[in-house]
């Protein structure tokens, strides 16, 4: 979470030096701490007032003038960051810092710290792709710099191609995977998301009120602490997310082949999707025109995908989601236990904030040995978290435990 994280924000001469502002109010908003840093080419584009008032604390813009900001009177700014992003940055400050060069507050701030620096690079695509830009790029990526690559659109050059700054969720979530431990690193994590749709003609379908939220935070957090994540996903209205590899379904038995093939790589698998227990048995090729009469629809059932999963768990740790409406533990503890789960979390979708489209939810997370957490109501992010961290726990405490000895025989 960036709440309580010191962003140091370096600006340069950019014409997308104006979404800096956004970002700074978007960090701001997550409660982190941040403190900016102008080129002088930057405040062509932008106002330190703006910053300033943004930011809540004096921009520094010139490494001569004197201290106006109190707080950092006796801590360099190369000290106080968790992170340095620059954003945008231009080939300029990219070809200073590739040769080492310290002449003004930015590239000094940036030559001095031992935080990470992510650098996101916004400008003309002949600039970006000329080869002394992409050289100096290598080159700070070798050394250990972090950057992300422009995004694709119009550039205000009025070329098209990549240029563009990214967009600004994008270097948040950039920032909130720098900034979080790689507990997870090593791990292949398959997660499954969202409700599966069951069509009964070309136009129609049944469905569930999954919106995949539970699901795709689990993805994110398990990616932003170093898992290999796959996330296979019903359709849902969210986005997909970075850097993991995603895998669009429809039906539940699109979803089941599509696990099933996923499955020998994985060390753990999440099955937060709301598959539909049934499905139409027929399914017409034309759109079924209304009559007289009611319509009557068969249905049938669909594989069980969790106890396929469960019966070829191997190693792997399994972890499923119970929703109910009535006798909230037994049922899970007994799904937990068919099934061949290592976790169940169980879901009383009748408590308000909880469930089905909710940003938030309230869960009980019951392990195989008996241990029930409760965890109140929290964002869907701290969830994912507190499951995630269940889960590590079996991975340390698998990984620590005495080797068996060969058992001793009488002769
Ligand atoms: N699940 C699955 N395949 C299905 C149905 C459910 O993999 N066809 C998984 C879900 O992803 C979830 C778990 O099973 O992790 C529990 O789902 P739920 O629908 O609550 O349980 P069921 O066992 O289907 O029982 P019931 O519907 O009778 O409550």
Redo the contacts with the bound molecule.
């Keep these: 979470m960036l709440k309580g994280k010191k962003i140091v924000l370096g600006i340069t001469g950019g014409i997308a030096a104006y979404k800096s502002a956004e970002l700074t109010r978007e960090f701001i908003k997550k409660e982190a701490f941040v403190r900016v840093i102008m080129t002088k080419n930057a405040t062509e584009f932008i106002t330190p007032l703006t910053l300033q008032t943004l930011s809540g604390h004096p921009v520094f813009t010139d490494m001569y003038a004197p201290l106006t900001d109190f707080d950092m009177a006796h801590i360099s700014l190369a000290e106080y960051a968790d992170v340095i992003l620059i954003a945008p940055a231009t080939a300029n400050i990219i070809g200073k810092i590739a040769s080492g060069l310290a002449d003004d507050i930015l590239t000094t701030t940036v030559m001095a710290t031992k935080a990470p620096v992510l650098i996101c690079p916004a400008m003309n695509v002949n600039m970006y792709n000329n080869a002394v830009v992409k050289e100096n790029i290598s080159r700070l990526t070798a050394l250990g710099y972090l950057f992300m690559v422009p995004g694709y659109g119009e550039l205000a050059c009025k070329a098209e191609g990549y240029g563009r700054l990214p967009e600004i969720p994008d270097i948040v979530e950039e920032l909130e995977s720098i900034l979080t431990p790689k507990d997870l690193k090593g791990e292949k994590i398959l997660v ?1 998301a969202g409700p599966t749709r069951e069509p009964f003609d070309p136009v129609r379908y049944i469905t569930n009120y999954s919106s995949g939220k539970m699901g795709y935070a689990l993805a994110i957090a398990a990616k932003r602490r170093g898992a290999h994540v796959t996330l296979i996903s019903g359709p849902t209205a969210l986005s997909t997310p970075r850097d993991i590899k995603f895998i669009p379904v429809a039906s ?1 038995v699109d ?2 082949d599509a ?1 099933m093939e996923h499955l020998d790589s994985a060390t753990v698998v999440i ?7 049934y499905r139409p048995s027929l399914r017409s090729a034309s759109k079924i025109k209304k009559g007289g009469g009611g319509l009557d629809l068969q249905l049938e ?9 469960g019966r070829k768990k191997g190693n792997r740790i399994l ?6 409406t009535e006798n909230l533990v037994e ?1 899970a503890r007994s ?1 937990m236990k ?2 061949n ?1 290592d976790i ?2 169980a879901n009383d979708v009748t408590k308000k904030g909880a469930g089905f489209g909710y940003d938030t939810n309230i869960i009980k997370i019951i392990s195989a040995d008996g241990k029930i957490e409760n965890v109140p109501l929290m964002s869907k992010m701290a969830v994912a978290d507190r499951i995630l961290d269940r889960v590590k726990k079996i991975i340390t405490s698998r990984q620590s435990a005495p080797r068996r000895r060969p058992a001793f025989r009488d002769r």
């Design positions: 499954t539940a979803m089941r696990v099955k937060a999707a709301a598959v539909a227990d059932r669909n594989p069980d995908i969790i106890l396929e999963v972890v499923g989601f119970a929703v109910e049922n799904k068919k099934k789960m169940i979390v």
